[in-house]
């Protein structure tokens, strides 16, 4: 019996690499997640291009239906400067996925980072506050009021959002109930949005002795971004001595990334287009990049940079284009190997069939002899119970 396997492999999409700042002098945690590929792939950490000290958990996830993996890695590690990377590699595919980030997260002076559909705090203290029983405090972002609060004999007395932004703010953006004691006046944005929350916020305080008089006694700004979840790096093999097409494409960023291609670690001659796709819900990006080039042996690699993140993701796939006699030999061996293949298996098949004869050959013969055996012993059986009785008959007639 001829068995053929088909072996499928299917590309990763990812990494996403995110990293969770710790608090004073803890270890950091990272987390590495890429989807839907085949088959499983090898994962391994980098810091600062060695193998890390640290704790490594990698999780491999079946999907049911498709029969494609997930790949979740954990790396816990104390680190306080270093650029830390995820790699994937899918050898079948020739695919390496690299995703980097730099534990230094710094969005600019006075500036705080907020990533998209995650809660922000923008902190502020103003301890004087507490020496005024009679008071008003107001959130404003680009000089508009998003939230106000006051209060009266040490009780808050009125806690308002801006008519204009009631229905963008509303339960966005919350105080805590006691700022004016403890003077913690920081405040919580539910989810960052692109849209909202690329701006300036201010708090502005006003006394009973000055109710006229608001002064700002802190100022942010929120520089927002997301995490690109790819690059998916597809490559289209040319027919001939043609170009080759490559494709390159991350999904669900902000804001606007930088991307280039690289040839064996250097810029690339050939054609490139980019195109970047705003999303309109929730205004993330989509980026796609087209290169075409003739190479025929060589690394081609898409980066992808996300600068307030630190976020560098790289796919990797090696470019092997064959040669005329090379592919007219393949394609020969191909032919004959298959031709091979057709006479093998009629062969089989022809013996299968030979020995199926054979055998109801002989059980014919042996059902034909087992029938004549019968036969015979019936007959013999016959003639025995005959003498016997002329025997008896012969002996009645003597007496």
Known sequence: MLTLVCFCPAPFSGPVLQWEEPEDSGESNFLCHA???????ALYWLVDGDAPEGS??????????????????????????????CVIQNPPMNQTLTATTHTRVSAGDQCVLGIVGRPLSLPCFYPDAANSTHASVE?????QVVLGSSWAGGKVDNVTTSDDQEKVDK?????????????????TVSEVDTQEDQASYSLWFSSQGTPSTKVPVCTLCVRVTAPFSGPVLQWE???DSGESNFL?????????????????????????????EALPDSGLYNVTSYLTINVSDANVSCVIQNPPMNQTLTATTHGVRRSPVVRRATDAMWMFSTALC???GVMVAVGVGYQIHLDRQSKKK???????SRRDYCRRRHETEETEVISVQSEETNV
């Open 35 to 41: 989807t839907g590929g085949f088959p499983e792939p």
């Open 56 to 85: 490594v958990r990698t999780e491999m996830e079946a999907l049911p239906d498709s029969g494609l993996y997930n790949v979740t890695s954990y790396l816990t590690i104390n680190v306080s400067d270093a650029n830390v990377s």
């Open 139 to 143: 959130w404003r972002r680009d000089g």
């Open 171 to 187: 339960d966005r953006v919350t105080m805590s109930a006691d700022a004016h004691i403890s003077g913690k006046f920081s405040l």
């Open 237 to 239: 093999e040319p027919e």
């Open 248 to 276: 390159c494409h991350a999904t669900g960023g902000f804001p606007e990334p930088a991307l280039y291609w690289l040839v064996d670690g250097d810029a690339p001659e050939g054609s490139v287009r980019t195109e970047m």
């Open 342 to 344: 057709v006479v093998v």
């Open 366 to 372: 042996k059902m034909e002899y087992l029938r004549r």
